[in-house]
């Protein structure tokens, strides 16, 4: 079955304390990208990559890094997360820069305290 | 830059109600327009799409007109089930990146009751 799977689904943990979401896609799709959901401001793009080895920002990129060492996976980390990254996560990809529609993966709920 | 304003929610009603929900578009060039929608616990997934002016989308018996002179692209559709709450997206697409960047509304909460 085609998909993108994000891990893990629900995460709480502290200010400061470095963290992975991790995000695979089963499709050999080129373009994949992180977006993160809040109340009021719908979703905005963290990162993407258009390939192995090619990311850049987004909208919303301080506080997060990600890398994209195989075409498969492209991981969102939070060095030093804060209170103000709690919030929804959801993984995309795309075989073709998201000019076809994007497939999101089931989100990761993230709890800075 | 680009924007997508969508009517606040929640929006309640009765199951085989009538729905819209409305959708502004603000774009220097002449964007894709989407509703996507995303069910409890799930990821979003598209819903229908229009790519240029008067291009109408539909899926599911969901309807939207892309109305350029209007700038918007509000959501239809004539007979609302509890299956049908969500929480629905209005995007549209910037190619100035060189890619599809996909900016979307704030999202509007539907809950239909039987």
């Known amino acids: 079955e085609a998909q993108v799977t994000q891990n893990p689904r629900y995460l709480i943990t502290v200010t400061g304390k470095k963290l992975t979401v991790t995000c695979s896609q089963n499709?050999?799709?080129?373009?994949m990208s992180w977006y993160r959901q809040d109340p009021g401001l719908g979703l905005r793009q963290i990162y993407y990559?258009?390939?192995?080895?090619?990311?850049d920002k987004g909208d919303v990129p301080e506080g997060y890094k990600v890398s994209r060492k195989e075409k498969r996976n492209f991981p969102l980390i939070l060095e030093s997360p804060s209170p103000n990254q709690t919030s929804l996560y959801f993984c995309?990809?795309?075989?073709?820069?998201?000019?076809?529609?994007?497939?999101f993966g089931n989100g990761t709920r993230l709890t800075v305290t | 830059g680009d924007s997508v304003t969508q009517m606040e929610g929640p929006v309640t009603l009765s199951e085989e109600a009538f729905l819209t929900i409305n959708c502004t578009y603000t774009?220097?060039?002449?964007?894709?327009l989407f509703w996507y929608v995303q069910y409890p616990g799930e990821g979003l997934q598209l819903l229908l799409k229009?790519?240029?002016?008067?291009d109408k989308g539909s899926n599911k018996g969901f309807e939207a007109t892309y109305r350029k002179e209007t700038t918007s692209f509000h959501l239809e559709k004539g007979s609302v089930q509890v299956s049908d709450s969500a929480v629905y997206f209005c995007?549209?697409?910037?190619?100035?990146?060189?890619?599809?960047?996909?900016?979307f509304g704030a999202g509007t909460r539907l809950a239909v009751h039987p």
């Open positions: 499709m050999n799709h080129e373009y």
């Open positions: 229009a790519t240029k002016a008067d």
């Open positions: 995007a549209l697409s910037d190619f100035s990146g060189g890619y599809n960047k996909l900016i």
């Open positions: 774009a220097t060039g002449y964007p894709s």
């Open positions: 995309a990809s795309s075989p073709d820069r998201g000019y076809s529609p994007l497939h």
């Open positions: 990559s258009m390939n192995v080895e090619v990311t």
